[in-house]
């Protein structure tokens, strides 16, 4: 497996989570939301970023058929927000949907355009940024394989808390052959 020390995959913003926190909890009430419940309809304009207290989040994409294809997990500590249509004011791609029961602050978009949210708005493009620069190596460059061990060695929490179903979505393969990696892996 490539070396993806350098550019760690997700969950890993605590201080920035907690500036953000710092920054919405004298504002904006947590509110708790059950499994499957969608907070974002695929196709409509995003007013809200939630910030993860408790819980986990998926941005799915859902095709005319019905199928899913999942863009990303959102856990703990992270804002669940679909970067590029904010930044575009276009309409999501994906749907923004409780996985697990989660406790949430729904950050209303238009507060990080007034001027005393600029810092943390910055650091949040930032922290974007080199997220999906790891996302796309992670994803790129290695095996499905490879993307699973990962996950085993570095996101067992992650894995603690997703279907084998989702995962498979994650690492971009079946369920099928997530099945199969298992079983060479002897964890079947």
Not at 26 to 51: C, H, I, M
Not at 81 to 95: E, I, K, R, V
Not at 136 to 144: C, I
Not at 145 to 154: N, T, V
Request: hydrophobic share 45%; aromatic share 10%.
């Amino acid at each position: 497996m490539h070396n993806l020390a350098m550019l760690p995959l997700g969950d890993s913003y605590h201080a920035l989570a907690n500036d953000l926190l710092v920054k919405c909890q004298p504002q904006f009430a947590v509110k708790t939301f059950s499994r499957g419940e969608v907070l974002l309809q695929q196709g409509e304009k995003q007013q809200y970023g939630y910030l993860i207290l408790e819980g986990v989040l998926a941005a799915l994409h859902i095709s005319a058929e019905g199928g899913q294809k999942c863009k990303e997990f959102y856990f703990q500590d992270e804002l669940a927000l679909l970067y590029g249509n904010w930044l575009t004011d276009s309409q999501a791609l994906y749907q923004i949907q409780v996985v697990k029961t989660a406790q949430l602050i729904a950050v209303p978009l238009a507060a990080l355009d007034q001027p005393d949210w600029q810092p943390l708005k910055q650091q949040l493009v930032a922290q974007q940024l080199v997220f999906k620069e790891a996302k796309e190596a992670f994803l790129l460059l290695n095996t499905p394989e490879q993307r699973y061990r990962y996950l085993l060695a570095k996101k067992s929490h992650w894995l603690a808390q997703l279907t084998l179903t989702e995962v498979a979505m994650y690492i971009g393969i079946s369920a099928i052959s997530l099945s199969r990696i298992r079983q060479r892996l002897n964890l079947s």
